[in-house]
């Protein structure tokens, strides 16, 4: 009987101290970038909870205290009316292996004080891109166990209606292969591979001798010309193809009518066609290949007349759109029209005056030729806003400064206002980031959950580290690194939204050839979308309508969880400068 009692005493206990570790093993209520930290950076975690006063850091043994610290005091999130307490261990600078505590509540997941912690992140979100690339088999040498056939050769695609000319009428074939497949679909749109492409060459501009030995594994990558250029080139000789010769004119995409199931690339055999040349295709083409001009001129050796063709194509695409500017790609318009019809993403976009500035600055600056700031209204108003694919107006800007020693006299004179202006919208964003509930300047207003709000996050970093280097000032770089804890953890979901990084990762991307190669992991190195209210995927999973939190890491989400060319260069860009100017924290 005594026995029995006994045993049941030891298993009540047993069972207690299993809840209890149960209780304290709850590492999704510590948020905190699950990558890791510089050592010299700033560390911060965020305690999701009912008020706490302390937490410690522990060795990997999870038992050794290296360091103590004290929460802030508690913060409220005016999003979710969350509350949350900081905990700042930024004074702890010793490289390692640990994880941080709140005494009787839980532990963290690991994560890693050390120098180049990020350098693996940025290396593999470049690669995201080789993962995309069109009409090409990617073997396992280079694509690991993501190892898949060519998909869409586009060598036969076809005129649509909307498209047809005199040279070329409806049903033309023309030949348009290569490039990357827009996101979690598999068709290819001009419009977004101009921001992507404007964001991909501003790093390599903002940091060249970084990507000098930068390398990640794709057929290229002894080539002598570094490989984000390389990787960029694939999407590029894309781009090219669909300028129509006769009159300069650009594509706005090449797309089937419909989307494709959830099937491997090379399953994916619907007829495709080019659709109605646009004003927004025009301009963000001729932006992309004036920069690719300053790009790769000093590649000529490699890459011989490469640089000239750029800008010819960018000229003539100008004149295209000089004679055009009405033309605006309206998709249900063409559709009362034309036939087939065709319903894949729209980048439909009614205002052009960005996309003039954009193209107007980078041909300004690589043809020297003044006319062209007098062409169009490069300084319209103050009011900056953040690029996104329909708003690109400040890549241009970030273009100007920085190519301050190579502008004309009169380029010269933009740059006072210019930098006063993006000065000042940085100092918007930092602006009551220390009051913030994750201490991140993402997430400020409701209004940053958007659709790719992945994106938003690292695109805002990016003008951070634009006001970075106009002032040397470290808040700057400070608050972009915020961002980048945001994107690997430190957010309100607790997923580190990079595929492939982080102890809680996303599993489910829209992503078709993640959801259809029947391996667990999804491919790496892709940016899932975040949290977006607007839930207009309709999945049933979603468990809440907070914006910062409406998130769910399932397939059927794609306005939560797909991922996209135009998200993943912003987060190259993010990691990848970061990581270039780490030495400065
Ligand atoms: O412009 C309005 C703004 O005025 C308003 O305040 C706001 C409130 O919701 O909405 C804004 O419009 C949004 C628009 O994006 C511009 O940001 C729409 O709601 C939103 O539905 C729209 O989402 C776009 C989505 O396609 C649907 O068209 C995303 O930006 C765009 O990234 C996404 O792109 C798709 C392609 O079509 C197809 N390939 C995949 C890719 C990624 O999901
Ligand atoms: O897969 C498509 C995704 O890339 C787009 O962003 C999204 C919105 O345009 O549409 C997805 O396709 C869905 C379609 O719109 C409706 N039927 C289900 C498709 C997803 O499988």
């Given at each position: ?10 298993s ?6 299993f809840c ?11 948020r905190?970038?699950?990558?890791g930290f ?9 305690w ?6 302390g ?12 360091f103590?610290?004290?929460?802030s ?8 009316q969350?509350?949350?307490?900081i ?20 532990i ?30 990617l073997?396992?040498k ?11 050769p ?20 023309i ?13 290819k749109?001009?419009?977004?591979s ?5 964001t991909l060459?501003?790093?390599y501009e ?17 080539n ?8 960029s080139?694939w999407?590029?000789?894309w ?5 129509d ?14 989307f494709?199931?959830?099937?491997m ?36 050796k ?19 759109a ?10 249900n ?57 329909g ?13 301050e ?5 009169k380029?010269?004179?933009?740059l ?14 930092l602006?009551?980031?220390n ?5 991140t ?25 634009q ?28 997923y ?5 990084f982080g ?25 899932s ?7 207009q ?13 409406s ?5 059927c ?9 135009n ?10 400068a970061i ?5 400065k924290?």
């Amino acid at each position: 009987m005594t026995q029995l009692f006994n045993l049941k005493k030891i298993s009540l206990q047993l069972t207690l101290l299993f809840c209890l570790q149960q209780v304290l093993a709850q590492p999704e209520n510590i948020r905190l970038n699950q990558v890791g930290f510089y050592p010299k950076g700033p560390k911060t975690a965020v305690w999701v909870g009912d008020i706490q006063t302390g937490f410690v850091i522990l060795a990997q043994n999870k038992k050794d205290v290296v360091f103590i610290g004290k929460l802030s005091a508690q913060r409220t999130n005016a999003i979710s009316q969350k509350t949350t307490q900081i905990a700042d261990f930024s004074a702890f600078q010793k490289p390692g292996k640990y994880y941080i505590s709140i005494p009787d509540k839980g532990i963290s997941y690991p994560f890693e004080i050390k120098n180049d912690i990020h350098r693996e992140a940025a290396k593999a979100s470049l690669k995201g891109f080789y993962y995309q690339r069109v009409s090409t088999d990617l073997p396992e040498k280079f694509a690991e166990k993501w190892h898949r056939n060519a998909g869409h050769p586009d060598d036969k695609v076809l005129v649509h209606p909307s498209a047809a000319s005199r040279e070329r009428p409806e049903n033309t074939v023309i030949s348009s292969p290569k490039g990357w497949y827009d996101a979690g679909d598999y068709n290819k749109y001009i419009v977004n591979s101009g921001i992507t492409m404007g964001t991909l060459f501003s790093l390599y501009e903002d940091h060249p001798s970084y990507f000098k030995s930068f390398e990640i594994n794709i057929p290229e990558s002894k080539n002598g010309i570094p490989d984000l250029l390389d990787e960029s080139l694939w999407n590029l000789r894309w781009m090219l193809t669909m300028q129509d010769p006769n009159d300069g004119g650009v594509y706005h995409k090449l797309t089937n009518p419909s989307f494709d199931g959830m099937v491997m690339p090379d399953k994916a055999v619907k007829p495709r066609y080019v659709v109605q040349k646009s004003i927004t295709a025009a301009l963000d083409f001729a932006a992309v290949m004036a920069q690719a001009n300053r790009v790769f001129k000093p590649f000529e050796k490699q890459l011989p007349g490469l640089a000239d063709s750029c800008l010819t194509a960018a000229l003539k695409a100008w004149e295209w759109a000089k004679a055009n500017p009405k033309a605006l790609y309206l998709q249900n318009e063409n559709n009362k029209q034309f036939d087939p019809d065709v319903v894949t993403g729209e980048y439909g976009d009614r205002n052009s005056a960005d996309e003039w500035i954009w193209a107007a600055t980078e041909l300004w600056i690589t043809t020297k030729d003044d006319s062209y700031s007098l062409q169009t209204n490069l300084f319209p108003d103050n009011n900056l806003p953040l690029p996104t694919w329909g708003q690109v107006r400040m890549l241009g800007y970030y273009s100007l400064i920085r190519s301050e020693k190579i502008l004309t006299p009169k380029g010269k004179q933009t740059l006072p206002e210019l930098k006063k202006q993006i000065t000042s919208f940085a100092d918007n964003l930092l602006n009551g980031v220390n009051q913030q509930a994750f201490n991140t300047v993402m997430g400020k207003t409701a209004r940053d959950y958007m659709w790719g709000s992945s994106s938003h996050a690292a695109n805002q970093g990016i003008a951070l580290l634009q006001a970075y280097k106009i002032t040397a000032d470290k808040k700057y770089l400070e608050g972009a690194l915020s961002n980048l804890d945001y994107l690997l953890g430190r957010n309100a979901i607790g997923y580190s939204l990079l595929t492939g990084f982080g102890s809680k990762q996303v599993m489910h991307p829209h992503h078709r050839p993640s959801e259809a190669d029947s391996i667990a992991e999804p491919v790496p190195g892709l940016l899932s979308g975040g949290p977006n209210p607007g839930q207009q995927d309709k999945c049933t999973t979603y468990t809440t309508k907070i914006a910062d939190e409406s998130f769910t890491d399932d397939v059927c989400s794609y306005a939560s969880n797909e991922i996209a060319i135009n998200w993943n260069a912003p987060m190259v860009y993010l990691a990848a400068a970061i990581e270039a100017l780490q030495k400065k924290f």
